[in-house]
Nanobody, 121 residues
Framework: QVHLEESGGGLVQAGGSLRLSCAASGRALNPIMAWFRQVPGKEREFVASISRIGAAPSYGDSVKGRFTISKDGAGNAIKLQMTNLGTEDTGVYCC???????????????WGQGTQVTVTS
């Protein structure tokens, strides 16, 4: 059984920062971990991905230069440092495990429940 646990969401003013964490447990050998965000009425949007050993970070165009994805410690965990947040960054941020580097949600087969990020103006 694979389990992904996100943490770190919350309420922040525009221009502020937040850090999200995701820890994976269970017998998952998927090499890629990623963050997607979901807003009601919109398709799930790719935010960032990284290999489980912390290599090859990749970012969605809307967050490039503002967000940083990295490995968090020695275990199967990653973090997403988000800076200069805008109201457009509001959404539920979900952690995912996949078998290849991809921006497509369908390429990820394990998902966490998500953590809410709300950015106010």
């Amino acid at each position: 059984q694979v389990h992904l646990e996100e943490s770190g969401g919350g309420l922040v003013q525009a221009g502020g920062s937040l850090r999200l964490s995701c820890a994976a447990s269970g017998r998952a050998l998927n090499p890629i971990m990623a963050w997607f965000r979901q807003v009601p009425g919109k398709e799930r949007e790719f935010v960032a991905s990284i290999s489980r050993i912390g290599a090859a970070p990749s970012y969605g165009d809307s967050v490039k230069g503002r967000f940083t994805i990295s490995k968090d410690g020695a275990g199967n965990a990653i973090k997403l440092q988000m800076t200069n947040l805008g109201t457009e960054d509001t959404g539920v941020y979900c952690c995912a495990l996949g078998v290849k580097r991809s921006r497509a949600a369908e390429d990820y087969n394990y998902w966490g429940q998500g953590t809410q990020v709300t950015v106010t103006s």
